[in-house]
């Protein structure tokens, strides 16, 4: 039986999160009229990605600080975050804010992608993999893969799936995707007391 789990991204606008799980799963998250014509991620938005023993569905959270309450709704729930770096721009306000988020939404798993890799140089590459380290020490994230990627070369997407499958199966070994127990009794239909019986 595949395992189930749900991939959450995060990380500040522009830095390419819908364009990396378009790259990963076909799927353009952006939907909406209004995302397509701003070109940019205004509500939540699915995608899927079968990796053979692991089925992930994927939530792709808007980075605008406007929209920071439809990231928590996105968040909320989720497995593993991606966490999502521009490699030309760095660590920048919504990726710290949503790492806060995901850290007090208790996520526990996760992975970095440093997107946009192809507009920069190794040097470049290596300084903002530097600061990323610095910025997730003591997290969750502390010791996640950094993963370079380019959603317009394909540079690292097999590493990243790879990357991704081996920590589903890790995750999904520790945490069974069981149902939350119900409390004894509580499982049957009971009558709903605001009804008025005939
Ligand atoms: N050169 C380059 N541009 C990218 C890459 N990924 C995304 N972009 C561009 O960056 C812009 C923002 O991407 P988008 O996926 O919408 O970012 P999001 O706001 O984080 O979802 C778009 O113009 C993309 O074409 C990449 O890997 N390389
Ligand atoms: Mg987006």
């Not at 946009?116 to 903002?128: F, G, I, N, S």
């Not at 317009?152 to 127990?181: F, Q, S, W, Y």
Request: proline share 7%; aromatic share 2%; hydrophobic share 40%.
């Amino acid at each position: 039986m595949p395992r189930d789990l749900i991939l959450g991204t995060a990380g500040h606008i522009d830095h390419g999160k819908t364009s990396l799980v378009k790259v990963l799963t076909g799927i353009d998250c952006d939907r909406l009229p209004e995302e397509k014509a701003r070109g940019i991620t205004i509500d939540i938005g699915f995608a899927n990605l079968d990796l053979g023993d692991v089925r992930l569905g994927i939530v792709d959270v808007p980075g605008h600080e406007r929209f920071v309450k439809n990231m928590l709704a996105g968040a909320t729930g989720i497995d593993l975050a991606l966490l999502v770096v521009a490699a030309d721009d760095s660590v920048m306000p919504q990726t710290r804010e949503h790492l806060e988020i995901l850290k007090l939404l208790g996520i526990r798993n996760g992975l970095i992608a440093l997107t946009k890799a192809d507009l920069v140089d190794e040097t470049t590459r290596d300084v903002v993999g530097l600061e990323l380290r610095e910025l997730v020490r003591g997290s969750f994230l502390e010791d996640a893969p950094i993963i370079p990627t380019s959603a317009h070369t394909g540079l690292g997407i097999t590493e990243l799936k790879d990357a991704l499958r081996e920590m589903c199966l890790r995750v999904g070994g520790e945490e069974p995707n069981t149902p939350a127990p119900l409390p004894e009794g509580k499982g049957e239909r009971q009558p709903n007391p605001l009804t008025p019986s005939l």
